[in-house]
Every structure is written in C-alpha cells, then in structure tokens.
C-alpha cells in the first residue's frame, strides 16, 4: 500500500502508472509478495481500494491481456446474483472464469462418460421412493444433514440401507449392513457385484426388465471393432459405425462418422438406429434423435449367431503390475471386419464365461466365485478390498432382486469417499453399471444419487446469460481449473513420471514417454481444453493486427503459427509473460480451502514461504513439448484480490481484502440438486459496518475500470480461443485434426460499467442455447423492460436495467425454462422437432407452459420449480424429481455418442490406458510414481498411513466449522483422526500434538484415537484452517498447513481428451478433475510444547 | 385418582444423526450468557462414551437421584441434615473440569497482526481467567466415538454390563443420545433445594428454577442424577432447561424440538395419576420401574379418565390433545418408548425410542435370510449395538422390554417392505409383536411421517383469572439482570476478568419488581411497571 501511494504519488496521481512501476520492479514486487499471508493489513477506504483493483486490472489489459486475469467463485447456486455480478465482470473485459467442480474433483467425470451429462441427480425427497439403498463413500448424516431424515423414515417403509465406508462413519449408525473396503477399493467391489448380476440375471437367466432396458436405453448391444493384436489376440477398439459399414448412406459422410452400429436380429444385419450422435446436428437427423427402435430388434450378443466366430481378446488387470488377462469372446465378421458387441465384451471384462464358448484357460465356461485368481469374481475381490465374498454375492443378489420386483427402485448414493480419488471415474463407472444393469436409471426411485459439492443453478438458462455476459458479447472464455492451476502453481515440475507409468499394459503406446504437461499441451492444440493465458502474446494485440489484416482468425492463426511467430502459452508456463497476473476470489476460499498442492500455491503463484520439501523431476523425467526453466518463478501473480465476509487463509495472503455482505445482507436466489425449490435471500439488515455485496462491489469496479480505460485501452479487438465444445456441432468433428476455434471479439472498455447493468440485446438476437437447445426469449425482455426500467442513455440505452440484486434476480427467473414455463415449453418443442413428435415431448411442453415464479414469489416462501430442456429429469407437485425420466419416457437420447448410456468408451487414449470398459484401478502407489518419503527429523517413532480429507459435521469447507460453538463442540482446533493401533505405534494419546508430513507439506494437528477408524488410515477433516489454534511445526518452524497441504495436484491424463462425442469440454462440465485422496503421509508424535 | 397432566417428551434415537443442531439452538436461546459459557441445557452425547459433564451416570461417585432405604425414598445425597452439613463444602458437585473450561479464541490477531514472520493464528483463550489455554476437554469430547477406547471405558454404562464389549474396529457401535432436562415426576433436584426455589408447575410439570428464590446452595446441581442444573457462576445462581415453557404456553415447541434436523423429537400431553407416583417410584425392583411408571399413566382415551381430567382442572383442550398425544402414543399404546435411567426413581418425563440397527447384518453372516421375520427377532439380541448396553440406559439392566421395542421396529419395516414392494402381506409379522397391521400401520405413521402438527401436540396454556386476583406482577422469574430470559450480545465471546464492582447478583425479592407479565394482563387498569416511572413516582 505504501509503495503503491508512493508511485501515484510521484507519477502524478496515475494509478495504472502506478501499479505498473510497483510490478514492473522486481524488488518491489517481491517485497510485497513476500509479506504475503504475514499479517500487517491496513485499512483504507472503498474509493483508494477500487480504484487501486482498477488500475491493476487496466494496466494487465493493456500491458499483458485478459486471458492474465482470472475470476475464481463456486457453487453459483448458492446465490447466483452474487456469482454472476463478478462473472460477469469477467466476462464483460475478456477474462475467464475458472471452473470450480472439476477441480474440486467434485466433478464425477463418469458422468460426462457414461450420460453425457454434467451430473444430475435425484433431489433428497427421491429417497423415499428406493426400495434399496446404498450409501456408498457418502456419509449422509454428515454432508446432507438437513435431508437424512429421508434416509431414517425410508427405511421404516422396508427401505433397506447398505453402507460401504471404510471407517464406521455416522451413515453406518443407520445401515442394515456394514461393508468396509480398504479405502480407494471400492470399485473392486463394485466390480464383483456386477460379476454376480451378469452371471445370475444376463447367463443363468435373463430378467425381461434388464433385457429390455439395456437394448433400448445402453450402448450394449452396439459393435465394436476387435483391432489385431498380434496374430492370435485382439484388443477392443473403436465403436464399428456407419462410414465403416456404408449404412445410412442418406446421411452427410461428417454424420455417418458418428453413427455407431448395432446388430439388428430381424434383418440379420447391422443396422444404424436412430438417435446417434449423427442424427442430432445434422439437418437430416431431424424428427430421428431419438431412442425409438422401430422394427429393430438389437442382438445383445454375437454368442449363438450361426455365422459366430470366437476371438480372442486380452484385457489389463491392474491389480497386479503388468498383467493382463485373456478372454474368448464371440464375433461376427461384417465386411472383412470382426467385430462384437460391448455386451460381449463387458461378460469377456467381468470374467462371466458361457457355456460353449470356452475361457482361455481350460473349457470349463463357468468361473466360481470362489476362484479368488480370476479379476472380478467375489472372492478376487475379497482379497483386495477384505470385504467378505459371501457379503458381496448377497448384496449383489439383493440389489439386482431388489430391481427386478420394483421395476429399478435400488439407488446408490455415492459419494466424495469414492470420488476424490485420482482413478475414481473407473470407481465410478463400475457403480453406474450396477444401475444401468438393473434398469435403475431413469426411474424414479433409482439411480445414482451422486452429492459431491454439486449444487444445481435450476434457473440455468437466466444465470448462464448473466455469468457469462452473453446478452453482450459471445463467446466468454471458460477456462478448466484444474490445469490452469496445475501449470500456473508449477506443479507439473514435481512431476517425475510419464504416461507409461499409468498406462496398461495392452496400451499402443501412443504416449509413450510424455509427460502429462505435455498432454495438457497436446489437448489444448487440439481444442480439447481450453488455455487461458492462450498464446504467448496480449490477445489485444493480436487482435488488433488480425482486424487490421481482415483475416479470417482460424487461417491467419494458422499462418502465424506456421511461421513460428505465435506459441502457445501452456507450451511455456514459466515465462512472464505466460503467468496469470490478476486474480480475483470471491465466495470461495481458495488458499485455505481447495488449493490441492497448496503449499506450491504459496510457492509459485503467491510467492509466499512454504513448508514444500518435493524435489522437481529429473531432466530424464520432464516434459518434451513444454519448456523447462532451469529456476521456477516464484510470486506470478500481481494481485490476489479476495471479497469475503469473514477472514479466511485466502483473505490472510490476498494483496486487498473488500469486506463483503453475508446472505443475510442481500438479495440473491439459490437452488440446490436436493430440493426442487429456488429461495430467494432477502436481507435482514443492510450490510454492517463498511461491508458491500458482491454485486455492489463488481459493479463499483465496472465503473472504475470504464473509467480508467478512457485513453488507455478504448475499444480493443480481442483474439478469443474456445475449445470444441459439449453439446454443440464442436463435439461431432469432421475426420482429421482438430484445433481451438478462434473468434475476433471487439470490446469497448469504456461501456464496462453500463454494460454490466443492463441486459444486453444478443439474448433476444440469437437467442438463449442450453445443452443445444436454444430459445429466443423476446417476451421476457420486453417484460423485463417494463418491469425494470430501461437504460436512458450511454451504450445500453434502451436496454432493461440490471443495476439492482433484485432486477439480476429477476432476469435470471424471467429467462430461465424452470422458473418460466413459456421458455421450457419453447425449449421442449423444439427437442420434439429434432426428437419427433410422436415422443410426447409436445405434450410435456403444453404441460409446463403456464408456470411462472418472478422474484416476489420466491421471497414470500420456496418455489418449487418445473421441468424443462436444461434439465434431464421430470417433477410436478405429485412427483420428486429424478433425472434421465425424460430420456425413460420420451425417448430422448443421452447426450452420447450412440445417444445411449455407455458402458463403453472408444477414444484411442481411454484405449492406451485401458478403460473402455469398466475396470478395476487400486490408489495410486506415489512412492512408485516418485514421491519421495520424508525422513523423520529427529529419527522418531513415525507411521505412515492413507491420509484421507473427508468432509465433516457443521462445516461448508472451513465456513462454519470455526464459529466458537462448533469448535467448542468438537475438539476447538484442527485435529487428525487415527486408528488405535496406529497411535499406539507411535506412542500417541488422545489429543497429543502430532505432525503429519510428507514431501509436499506439513500439518500441525491434535490426535484424535478412535476404534472407529481402519489400521492405516488417517483422516484429517477438510479444511481445518490454519487461522484458528495452528502452532508452528516442529519439522519446519512455520505454521502448519491446512488439509491440502499433504496433496499435490495430478491430472488423470483421459481427462483431457475432447472433440469426441460425450468427450467434449464444457466448463465444469467436464474437465479432468483434482483429486487427493491417494495421498500418503508420515505421522509422528510431536513436542507437547507448542509455539503460536 | 388425581390426574395430573404434563408436557412430556419422546425422542427417537433410531433417527438422531448426531447433528447438534438442538444443542446449538438451546445455547443460542437460553445460555449464550456470562456465567453460562459452560452450560449446555441441551446437548448431544454418543454412545459408548463419558457424557457431559464426564461420567455423569455414575450415582455411586455423584450421588444424584434417590435411593431406596428401608422402603423409603430418600435423596442418594443424603437426608436433610447431611445436606445441610455440606452447604458449603459439597464433594459431590462436578467441578469446572468436569464440564469443561469454555474458551474462546484471539480472533483479533487475524485482521490486527503486524506484519510479521508467518501466517497469523488466533489462539485459544480461556473464558474463565482470559489467560491463554489449550484446549483438553469439551462438553463433546466423544463425538462420533472420539477419544480411543482406553476413554470411552470411562462409560459408567459400559462399566455396568456384565458382559464384555469389545470396543474394536470390526465390533464398533454408536448412537447419539441427545438430553436435556427430564422434567421428572418426581424430581430430586426439587426435594434436595433448601430455599425451595425449585418446583415443578402444577398446571404443565415443567420444572423450573425461581431465581428470586435461589440462593445458589448448588444442592440441585449434586440432586440431579442427569446433571441437567447448573451453576451460573456470574449471577450466583441455579439455571435448567425450562422446556422453554413461554414457547409450550404458547402451544409452539421447545426450540430443541423445532431445530431438530432429524424429525426425531416429539411432544404432548401425558395424563397421570398423582396419586401413584410415590408409591411407583419405590418400587422395589429397579427393573419394575419402568413398568411401575407406565402403570402412573391414564389412558386419555378412558371416558373415566376423561371426566377425572375435567374434574381436576384440566382444561378440555388439554385432554383433547392427550387424546392426540404422539408421546402417549410411543410410550403406552405401541411401548417402543423407554425412560432413561428408571433406576434414578425420578420417574423421569423425556423417553426414547431405541435405534434399532444393524441387526441383519449380523443375522446374514451366519448364512440366514435377514429380512425373514422370525430369525429377525430371534437375532435381535445380536444387534451390533448390545441390547444390554440399550437395558441399562433405559430399563435398569432388563433387556426384556428394550427388546420388545426393537422386536416392534423390525416387524414395522417387515410389514412395511411388503407393502413397499407389493407382496403379499403376512399377518403373523404384527402378530408375532402382539401388535396388528393397522396398529403397526399407525405406529409407521408417527414415525415415518408424522409432519410437524403430529410430532408437536401442545395445546396452549392459559388460566382463566378473576380481575383483582393479584397476581397481576407474577412476571417472568427468569429474566433477572444475566439470568435465562436475559440477553447481553457483546458478553459471550468476552473472555472474563474478576468481576467488575457494582455487577454483584442480584438477590431475591428485588428482582422483579417494575414488571409485568402481559401474557397475563387482562387489559384493565394499570398495572404497576407497565410504563416507565415518572420522577417522583413512589417505588
């Protein structure tokens, strides 16, 4: 602060100038940033403290771009006026917003795999309706306080209740059965039940129901190609379809390319059905994308076809290095192509043998469940997870009786403890297929119920205008969170393992000897995921020469790149001129609470001190197509702006803190995934003291950078790269290579802050696209102008005015199909001219059209919201709100490649680590992958332990959980649950002082014994923050860490494959995902004596 | 017969999720006071584990509750002359440590350090001295079986089973027992007090402290076998949960039962027969007390009873409601409601349903079909939490009783699951319960569906008064400068120093004066302290 009024100062009252001398110079800037996080805050007033953001903002338009800007805020649900005002902000100057649920490793990337959809759920109340339920790595007392009671009564109505955690968490209180895996092993058990199911309910026998729903609604009984091996074994390969079978032949070549095939019984032919990823784009698939089988009759299985072949397939297992197993599968040779269906595949992957067929290794077709060599038999996985065969063979056989009488009511909440691994999608996905398998997708009652940090925005049409400043200007940049923070904390140079560490064994090895940086590179150039900073260049200045040229940007972007002149900036994350300079936090806690690798935050990104020991990867180990600098940059952000309403570990290290309003001081609607309501937020006093809202404060700031712009940035053209999006004609490509789509944007900085609060005209212009739906909602902005008034002059003159909460909450309502049934029926017609009309969904449309919830209504009490196209799922007064009911009764396809859900997945890099079909993969061993084990410093008794981070009672993160009265309830300060022998092991008594350390970092913590916990694991609960009653470490003499001090950020590199179908990226949608849970660490019983 | 009526309580233990949520509300009400810091009216315990404040039950160290001598009911503390004896130097009162020592935190550091060498922490300091502190006790130090098993030995129940708990990994078990005061029939706090500022209301039961009348001698505190009085150490007085009687006069719930996240808790009527209570509570066999005090209870339904109610007092609506009571339901129709700690001879007024789980697991890993009705009650006594764990909370060691209300439950979910999934239903499920579909079907009602206006059956309360009765200034007897109804918002978070001059307590008879109770008022005249003195007005 002084240094900054020092600059102005001299350099006559210019606050841009200002900042640019004080970041310009590096000592300076590292004297500032190294105080950060160390106290010494000063108070200054709201006009010096906005125009300072301003002038940081202005000067790293002008000086670096705005892709060198980051906007980072969670959960807009959870007040989406107070999210979008800033994202909005963001949007308006060109900066992205990162994503937030992928990087939480909230995001359960199965999702986008399987449905091809982000995550949706079942609200709570839909709970009541299973007739089975498992709470599977999900402690629902804890993290769904409010709605397990739903859990309790179910279960006087019959329900019955398994629950599989590791430790006897609070959920086991209410289980009739306790199943407790080794942590991260879940999916071996999951496997093992579905080994059960195929055997009994798709060989031994076949239940009409499951029959039925899997030829109609999964991608089972579609082709695969059996690619050539070696001469006597093959390997699954990609999805047989209508370009390689010249069937559909009415279609575009680009449609047939995403038309798979099945095997259609009655023609004895393969066959293309409708409502392929070829029929939704294309003008020729109108009235076809639909599930509707018409005269087909979908073969499950090649197995009995007289023309059968048997081939044989090898297949990883990963539960032992290296190895693989070997299946005999039946196929059928179609045009010199042998290929089998995924069902054929699936029984070859679970293990299931058919009597004829013979398995590989004798005749005998039928594996025993007590064969514990064979993957995926129950007694195999007794063996891995210690869960006994005999408890997997029953609850398997309940689960699947359970479907078959009540039509697919069996559920499985899963949860965080199964999801925040690194390989939780194959954990995942071997759930999901239990459902699918049973028929329990789709219906009410059944299901996945997966509640990890998503909360649903069920007014999404509204807010996403908002957030992304589409009314204005189109497209925004959506940057994926998790590489973002990957490059830009260095962490890729802690990294030394390549590819082939974690690739099967069946792999081509295509990717052989990279780096997952140069991964994340290969996927950026691609168009896979996007990159901000993108290019190694001010994206203003490439503007400005590309519209100076008149080039169309893809070619001239080619030809610069072609003449070596233009870099990409993930291809050198360490030079200045690549680093993020400005980055804005708010409702969120960033630092203390998500950063993953947060010791290499403060490192890297804040240039802070730290408690990091890792060494960096040796040359023999780095990246190839990503520049390495011999010194790491320490300190890359310019500014760290933080708005909040208490102080946090982010507000703690941020360069300036806005105090901002809680809920109780402002207008803002929320909605959840677990109620199907939308609730305003009504103030019930004005914000105390000098506090603002969110969207006070983003507007102030709006204003201020308009101002500060004159003469300095002006109108600017903008060269914006966005990548080959989900749900758009993007995810369909043409064959060949693909890339980002570039887009010339003009931006006037000066009409920021007009901008920002009035409705822009494009909404109405070309209209409002969800999930590929678009609607045009003329009349709400007209109604809009009358019910908000209209701008009178400047840029947005005549445009309905956003200047208040409560008018932002009202547009979001008024444009949104939930809230506003004409829209949803507009969203619903047209879905029934690209499904068909004879699939109901007109009538659903005339059903919902007369809803309407404006703001009021949600301010006398919750709304309950209604069906729309930007959701999955049907509800009304009469019926709990369940997803994928649309697609069970209306035909609508999935968002898929084969508009089914899938089983199975076919993109060369999901084939070289070989998971296109459910599969087991144990925690990551990270002493294999590297991660170097930290000696005890005084040569102690030490143990070392799975160290896991669930969530906790009374806490959303570190929010509430250190309010006086529940840390007085709970044990008043950070605290690391441990096993009795554990503890014993290194002489530890209840509430002792203990370090948990590792190569990344270090926690101070108290000991809590427990005979609850398993031998070998630890739990620390998420984000305890180092503010509240931390001592300094022994090993390191400096504050303990919080949670996330022991993790270290990897990225699972089939995560950023994109341009493919359900493959495809959208912001927080699908992304790769953090994750922490396979991390290890050393604890030891510290000095009782304890310095602050 | 003298029929007496009271507000009673029924808590389900098989639905509470350990939340808190009713702890916090309670403090947040009625004890987020100086002198209160430690004191939880209600708070939430799992089991296995010490209770708060530590080892509560263990009467042989406390000496709380009754004993039996000679036939006779007389406090276990003592008779009148040793109490007195003690007045002033009371061993059998918990000290500080027992509960906890309540802290608070340097909160200040994080926004005023100076710039400095490393993050900024706010420590823990001590509420009671304002010194800094570490933190080694709380008021809910076994929360979710914290503590290791050397701790939770310290459970006096656990130490009371004959049989030996293993307190593994592989075997664990827990619940939550969420408590507050019993608001007994027989209340020992009440008979143990010598300034009499303890008393039980005629017209509802609850059991209050008059804190005019208390001199804080603490002997309530030693009396209470729950431990449910305490000592505010700022006004020198007694304070309990009052079942907060101006919300139940104004026919709402207490708040413990309004926040309660897991729907567990229910309120209404219990009609009684005062007579019986002395003669029940000295009842000779501990384990004949539960009975003893369902046999005190009238069965509203009774045309007898009825007419007994009017005849004594009882406002028709309050029989009504009797009629309606979900807690006469719980407790004498289905009899899956238990008192806690019968033994004490309190004839404690809060039961609870016990919960009920895993038990088929237990049953199918010996190769049984756990949802087979028969071999579920046959295995009932191998639920994973031990039934004699269960008998010594609620029947005084008799694992008879608490076995039937489980039999109970698990025919409910039997029968019900039949209906759920549309097979044929079998009767000889209830049967085998002596219970019958609809009885089992109304019994699931309560349990799984009652909504608010079912779970919360309290009539309102008023007394018809005659103008000029005088009882015009009865006001509040909790609101005295720091007392229960009183509210200081800048007090809580404060760690104390000694006591500022001109704070002493203040003492009876002074408090209440200027006030007016308009709950009460008939709207004439005008009553003393309604409006503010003017000057010269006469005291």
Known sequence: MELYRDAKRRLGGDPVAAWAELTGDPDQRRRYQSARGKGGLVRIGWDEALEMAAAAHVHTLKEHGP??????????????????????????????????????????IASPQVFGDQTDVPESGDWWDAAYLMLWGSNVPVTRTPDAHWMAEARYRGQKVVVVSPDYADATKFADEWLHPHPG???????????????????????????????????????????????????????????????????????????????????????????TLGDRWGKAGEGRWNLDLGDLDPRLTCHGHPAAETAVVVLPRFDEEGATVRRRVPALRVDGHLMTTVFDLMLAQYGVGRPGLGAEAGD???????????????????????????????????????????????????????????????????????????G?????????????????????AGWQQMATASDWVRPSRQMAGTPYWYLN??????????????????????????????????????????????????????????????????????????????SYACEDPDDPANWPRVLTVWRANLIGSSAKGNEFFLRHLLGASDNASAEEAPPDQRPREVTWRDEAPRGKVDLLLALDFRMTSTTLFADLVLPAATWYEKHDLSSTDMHPYVHAFSPAISPPWQARTDFEIFHGLAVEVGRLAKGRLDVAHDLVATPLQHDTPGEAPPDGPTGPR??????????????????????????????????????????????????????????????????????????????????????????????????????????VAERRVTFSDTQARPVQVGASFEWSGKEGPERRYSPFTINTEHFKPWHTLTGRQHFYLDHPWIAEYGEQLPVYRPPLNLTGLGEQPTADPDGGRSVTVRYLTPHSKWSIHSEYQENLLMQTLARGGPVIWIGVDDAASIGVADNDWIEAHNANGVVVARAVVSHRMPPGTVFMYHVQERMVNVPKSEATGRRGGVHNALTKLLIKPTHLIGGHAQLSFAPNYYGPTGNQRDAVTVIRRRSQEVQY | MRVMAQVAMVMNLDKCIGCHTCSVTCKQTWTNRAGTEYVWFNNVETRPGQGYPRGYEDQE????????????????????????????ANPELPSLDDYYEPWTYDYETLTTAPLGDDVPTARPRSLIDGEPTAVTWGPNWDDDLGGGPEHLAGDPVLQKMNEQVRLEYEQSFMFYLPRICEHCLNPSCVAVCPSGALYKRIEDGIVLVDQDRCRGWRMCVSGCPYKKVYFNHRTGKAEKCTFCYPRIEAGEPTVCSETCVGRLRYLGIILYDADKVGEAAATEREQDLYQAQLDCFLDPGDPAVARAAEASGI?????????????????????????????????????????????????????????????????????????????????????????????RLAAMRSHMRRVNLGEEQDPAIARAVGMDADEIEAMYRLLALAKYDERYVVPTSYTARTPGSGDLDAGCSLDGQGGPGMYDPDAFHIPLGPPKSGQEPEHAGTSLRDRVNLLNWNGRGRPEGLFPRTEGEAR
Not at chain 1, 67 to 88: E, Q, T
Not at chain 1, 254 to 262: A, D, G, I, Q
Not at chain 1, 414 to 430: E, P, V
Not at chain 2, 318 to 342: D, E, G, M
């Open chain 2, 61 to 88: 160290k406390w000496r709380g509750g009754w004993q039996l001598k000679r036939g006779r009911l007389v406090p276990r503390g003592g008779g009148r002359a040793r109490r007195l004896a003690r007045l002033f």
């Open chain 1, 185 to 275: 092993t879940d999916g071996a058990l999951a496997m093992a039940m579905g080994h059960v199911i195929l055997r009994e309910c798709f060989v031994d026998r076949q239940v009409p129901y499951f029959t039925d729903y899997v030829k109609r609604f999964t991608d089972l009984p579609f082709l695969v190609a059996l690619d050539e091996r070696d001469t006597d074994t093959r390997t699954p390969g990609a999805f047989v379809t209508a370009s390689d079978l010249d069937l559909a032949k009415e279609a575009k070549a680009e449609s047939r390319r995403w038309m798979p095939v099945l095997f259609d019984a009655a023609t004895d032919r393969p066959a293309v059905p409708n409502g």
């Open chain 1, 364 to 438: 005998d077709a039928t594996v025993s469940y007590d064969d514990a060599t064979t993957p995926c038999t129950p007694a195999w996985q007794e063996a891995v997870t210690s869960v006994p065969a005999q408890a997997v063979v029953r609850a398997a056989r309940e689960f699947a009786r359970t479907a078959e009488q009540t039509r697919g009511r069996c559920m499985i909440v899963m949860g965080a403890g199964t999801n925040h691994w690194f390989h939780s999608d194959t954990i995942y996905r071997s759930f999901l297929s239990l459902l699918l398998l049973t």
């Open chain 1, 742 to 847: 570039f887009t010339l944007v003009e931006r006037d900085y000066t009409a920021i802050g007009d901008k920002i609060a009035a409705l822009g005209p494009l909404s109405g212009e070309e209209g409002v696209t969800v999930k590929g739906v678009t609607v045009r909602p003329l009349p709400e902005i007209s109604w809009l102008g009358a019910r908000c008034g209209t701008a009178t002059r400047g840029p947005a003159r005549g445009r309905p005015l956003l200047d208040t909460d409560v008018k932002m909450c009202e547009a979001i309502l008024a444009l949104s199909g939930t809230t506003n049934g004409r829209l949803a029926a507009e969203g619903f017609e047209r879905l029934a001219e690209r499904c068909g009309t004879d699939t109901g969904l007109g009538e659903l449309a005339a059903s």
């Open chain 1, 67 to 108: 892709d060198r800007i980051a906007g980072f805020s969670p959960i807009p649900a959870m007040s989406m006026a107070s999210h979008a005002a800033g994202a909005r902000f963001h949007s308006l100057i060109g900066a992205p917003m990162l994503s937030f649920y992928d990087w939480y490793a909230d995001l359960p």
């Open chain 1, 489 to 566: 904390t260095d962490q890729w140079r802690y990294e030394k393992f390549t590819a082939d560490a974690l690739a099967a064994p069946t792999a081509p090895g295509a990717l052989a000897g990279l780096h997952t940086a140069d991964l994340v590179s290969r996927s950026v150039r691609q168009g896979w995921m996007p990159s901000y900073p993108t290019f190694g260049a001010n994206p203003l200045d490439l503007g400005r020469r590309l519209h100076e040229s008149g080039a169309d940007p893809t070619s001239w972007v080619g030809a610069e790149r072609d003449a070596g002149r233009l």
């Open chain 1, 440 to 460: 329990c997708q789709g219906v009410n009652g059944g299901g996945w119920a997966h509640y990890v940090g998503q909360e649903k925005v069920r007014p999404y």
């Open chain 2, 315 to 407: 406002p028709h609506d309050w029989v009504t409601a009797a009629r309606r009571s979900p807690v006469h339901a719980l407790i004498s129709r289905h009899k899956v409601a238990l008192p806690l700690h019968p033994e004490y001879r309190t004839m404690p007024m809060v039961w609870y349903v016990p919960p009920l789980s895993p038990v088929v697991e237990s049953l199918t890993a010996t190769g049984h079909d756990g949802e087979d009705p028969a071999k579920l009650f046959a295995a009932i006594d191998s639920l994973r939490i031990p039934v004699g764990y269960l008998a010594e909370l609620f029947t005084a060691g008799d694992p008879a009783p608490v076995e039937a209300a489980l039999c």
